[in-house]
């Protein structure tokens, strides 16, 4: 069952010229899902070079000739989202129903993206002289680096990617090293799909190759998606290059619940947003910040539902939560709930690793719900990448806001009321990139920014018509007859 994974360098398939290397099935990691050839330095400046050639070229296609390519990934993706969907479970360890449907997902930013042909593509104005006219226009970068993460294998790469390339920019993509299959299950969408040689390559390697992608002359800018620590270093190297750049960093995202919210349905939202994908998002909920009228109604609802969540392999249909995808990303959250512990925060459900073979073998950690009487505490501070949510009680709507904006980060937050008052002081108040009213904090469509404010994100937002400012310079043109 182990898949030969290649790199695409220069619009060829071929191996590595560094060591090998190989993704797990992090629910068996006795299973070996990949195995690769790492790429290295010489890899990557043939990769770059050829993509500068390429680039060339595929900014002058008509953008209805480079929408054409992706709306043909699309429905590539759609065709194969069951096969696709369920390598995603085995390489990086969210549910079936998760990774079929990030797969699906990842077809719609390339319809999405697609569409781009036919939406407006710069601005007129008129001029304050006589006898011309001020046109805006938008050119591509040249080529861009693309540096993702393992949380959505398909997904995020698919965000950046597909306007990189409608807008007629070359992309050299450096995946997350746990997710190799993934990364060449979307390259080869694209090569099939007619993407012309070069205007994609795919180096898969370990970190340090992002580090010289992003250095190398003939990268133009970066679009990165990762963790706090590896962006800031990024973004130092890009702002020493004069390179732009987009991150997306960290989170440490509230919901509030308010005394007049419907606590049940607040409750599962909350969960859904906590403990889905095994709480692996940067846009999880991790707070909890509830109003004290409701503390218990409430945090009994989320107890519940928390401990009713099936844990184990995603490629079984009765299963609600895959394990975390790596075992430092276990240790790490297993080390955070214990800190937590022993700080004085008080357990309601979770936290004990299991103990049956299965899953103390895979990387399964138990959905679990702290409750802080200190919001001073690391686990409410520190982004913790799994299933972890920490409770705190306001007393009343201002603590509760102040609570929540109680973070270095401001990616997602969610509000639940139906006190419209709190909603508008929510929408100028509450820091965050994203605001949910009545929904759980994740989540992202195609067609509207994404990304955060504070230590969470840096750069223009991503998707919708956002990623056009990234992926594109403007030119203004004064337009005269002699
Ligand atoms: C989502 O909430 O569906 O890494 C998307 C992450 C975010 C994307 C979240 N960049 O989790």
Not at 38 to 62: C, F, H, K, Q, Y
Not at 135 to 146: D, E, K, Q, S, T
Not at 251 to 262: E, H, I, P, S
Request: charged content about 25%; overall charge negative.
């Amino acid at each position: 069952m182990t898949v030969r994974v290649r790199q695409l360098i220069a619009g060829r398939w071929r191996d590595g010229t560094g060591p090998r290397s190989e993704s797990r099935n992090p629910a068996r990691p006795g299973e070996v899902v990949a195995d690769l050839a790492v790429a290295t330095e010489p890899d990557l400046d043939e990769a770059v070079r050829a993509a500068a050639v390429a680039a060339a070229e595929w900014r002058l296609a008509a953008m209805h000739e480079r929408a054409e390519v992706l709306g043909a990934a699309a429905r590539l993706l759609d065709a194969r989202a069951e096969e696709y969907g369920s390598e995603l479970t085995r390489e990086e360890g969210k549910t079936l129903a998760e990774g079929v449907g990030e797969v699906r997902r990842a077809a719609e930013i390339f319809r999405f993206n697609a569409g781009e042909a036919d939406r407006e593509a710069g601005e007129i104005y008129s001029s304050p002289r006589r006898g011309e006219s001020i046109m805006v226009v938008r050119r591509p970068l040249g080529v861009v680096a693309v540096i993702t993460p393992w949380n959505f294998p398909a997904a995020i790469p698919a965000w950046k990617i597909a306007p990189a390339l409608v807008h007629g920019n070359a992309v050299v993509w450096k995946p997350a090293s746990l997710v190799p299959l993934l990364a060449m299950r979307l390259a080869e969408t694209l090569t099939e799909a007619g993407l012309p040689d070069g205007v994609l390559s795919l180096l898969l390697g370990p970190g340090a190759l992002g580090t010289r992608l992003v250095e190398h002359p003939g990268v133009a800018a970066l679009s990165f998606t990762g963790s706090t620590e590896v962006g800031t270093r990024l973004m130092q190297t890009c702002a020493r290059l004069r390179k732009p750049v987009q991150a997306e960093l960290g989170g440490k995202n509230a919901a509030v619940v308010l005394a007049d919210a419907d606590l049940d349905h607040a409750a599962a939202e909350v969960i859904a947003g906590a403990m889905r994908s095994t709480g692996q998002k940067c846009t999880a909920t991790s707070r909890l910040v509830v109003d004290a009228a409701v503390e218990d109604a409430l945090l009994d609802r989320v107890c519940r539902l928390a401990a009713g969540l099936r844990v184990g392999d995603g490629l079984r249909p009765d299963v609600d939560l895959g394990p975390a995808a790596s075992a430092d990303a276990r240790g790490e959250i297993l080390t955070a709930v214990e800190g937590a512990v022993a700080g004085g925060a008080e357990v309601l459900t979770g936290r004990t690793p299991y103990a049956d073979t299965e899953r103390a073998e895979g990387y399964f950690v138990p959905p679990t719900v702290l409750r802080l009487a200190d919001p001073r505490l690391a686990v409410w501070r520190d982004e913790v990448f799994g299933p972890v949510l920490s409770v705190v009680r306001a007393a009343g709507r201002d603590e509760a806001l102040r609570l929540a904006n109680d973070s270095a980060f401001g990616l997602s937050g969610a509000v639940f009321t139906n006190d419209l008052d709190f909603v508008l002081r929510a929408m100028s108040e509450f820091k965050v990139g994203v605001l949910h009213v009545n929904s759980e904090t994740a989540g992202a469509d195609p067609h509207v920014p994404f990304g955060g404010v504070k230590d969470s994100g840096y750069g223009p937002k991503e998707q919708g018509r956002a990623a056009r400012d990234f992926y594109t310079h403007t030119t203004t043109v004064y337009l005269r007859a002699s």
